[in-house]
């Protein structure tokens, strides 16, 4: 057993089923280019005692350490990040009679949830030797990678769309990264850093194509779990969805709880995404395995402006398992539901995580979710960075 307490054990490919020694740096898998998932001893260890242990660990995401890849304590780069509060906001107008909840992410460092992912693949990276890394990025993933790179004393380049909101250039370089703006998408600066990283020696951290952020997003579902102890599971979590890392991590969390003995059904997980750019509601919605390329994506929430997810069999497959579904909302219902977060409930939310407030009575009405039923909307990350009346006007242009 690793010094942290970690049970990681392999790596596997679900595309071909081949396993991979996770002592080297890897992206994806050697054999069919597929996304590596970490695999873990589970076996050695008593899930009831577990759960029954985790309350007097600290308020931190690495209270899990038992089911994250880091082996050495030593080698955990930390900025506070993890255990974000569930606030019950109660039953909304629009969705009489669900009980519904935001599990807020806003709080975490660098302002979103794509601190848990980076957290522990650049503490991974870091273990690993690795000392050069980058990422194409709507915002926040950069931001986080800047400031964990940081902490750790590594190099980082952030490659934005050069639509990015200024803020989230200007937080990246406050972290010493080198920032560099591509025209287009996040699908276009993926391909721009790939080719100029190609003979650097540098790392790509983009989502799922390096098998470890899934691993920190996997604690969403973990505390979403010990969170509703004693009491049950949310019915339904509603996810706004762009690259899909955060369903395939809490998917994940799910099946490694199942395996544990500790959850017999899941949360059914939606994925929530901009009518302009729907590619994995799209495929849901027909019965595809995979996403095809959404023509011409729009939206005012950058993260979710991701035409053709990397891995989106991981993405459908991680919905499905759940028996969750797909729903899309309009710019305009993004910043009122912005608005509706801000003024009714003092939450402030991202355009991307207002997202499913604006989906919950889109769904209630279509019947994916019931009167009675518990759901919990994700907040992904703090709006403070973004101005609601501008986004509006840059609508009506
Ligand atoms: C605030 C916010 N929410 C959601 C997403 C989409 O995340 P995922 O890649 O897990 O679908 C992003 C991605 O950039 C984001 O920044
Ligand atoms: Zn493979």
């Given amino acids: 057993m690793a010094e942290s307490g970690s049970l990681f054990h392999h790596l596997e490919c679900r595309g071909c089923g081949r396993t991979v020694d996770p002592a080297r740096p890897v992206g994806t898998c050697p054999g069919c280019g597929h996304t590596l998932l970490a695999a873990y001893a589970l076996d050695r260890l008593d899930g009831r005692r577990w759960l029954a242990d985790l309350p007097s660990r600290e308020a931190s995401l690495w209270r899990y350490r038992e089911l994250l890849p880091v082996g050495r304590t030593g080698a955990v780069l930390s ?10 906001i109660g039953p909304i107008p629009e969705a ?71 803020p989230a250039r200007d937080a990246c370089a406050l972290y010493g990264a080198e920032v560099i703006g591509v025209p287009g998408t996040i699908r276009e600066a993926g391909t721009v850093a790939r080719t100029r990283e190609a003979d650097r020696g540098s790392f790509d951290m983009s989502t799922l194509r390096e098998p470890y952020r899934v691993e920190g997003k996997k604690t969403m579902g973990l505390e979403i779990f010990e969170q509703s102890q004693p ?26 709880l199942a395996e544990l003995g500790l959850l017999e059904r899941p949360p059914r997980l939606y994925a929530v995404q901009p009518e302009g750019c729907a590619p994995v509601v799209r495929a849901l919605a027909e019965g595809a395995d995979r996403v095809t390329t959404w023509e011409e994506p729009r939206t005012v929430a950058p993260g979710l402006l991701v035409p053709s997810p990397f891995a989106s069999e991981r993405v459908i497959e991680s919905v499905r398992s759940t028996g969750g579904g797909g729903m899309t909302v309009t710019d305009r219902e993004i910043l009122s539901a912005m608005r509706a977060l801000g003024h009714r409930h003092g939450i402030s939310a991202s355009p991307e995580a207002a997202a499913p407030y604006a989906a919950l009575p889109k769904l209630l009405r279509r019947g994916d979710v019931k009167p009675g039923e518990r759901v919990l909307l994700y907040n992904t990350g703090t709006g403070l960075a973004f101005s609601v009346d501008a986004l509006e006007r840059s609508l009506r242009d």
């Fill in 79 to 88: 900025l506070g990040e993890g255990f974000t509060p569930i606030l019950p």
């Fill in 231 to 256: 009491g049950p599971m949310p019915d339904a979590v509603l996810y706004p969805t762009g690259g899909g890392t955060g369903l395939v991590g809490m998917a994940k969390a799910f099946r490694e």
């Fill in 96 to 166: 009489p009679g669900i009980l519904v909840s935001v599990k807020d992410d806003g709080g975490l460092p660098t302002g979103s949830f794509k601190a848990r992912g980076m957290a522990v693949a650049v503490s991974r990276a870091k273990e690993l030797g690795l000392s050069d890394l980058y990422v194409p990025s709507a915002g926040n993933a950069g931001i986080a990678l800047a400031a964990y790179a940081a902490r750790g004393g590594l190099h980082s380049r952030i490659y934005l769309p050069e639509s990015t909101p200024a």
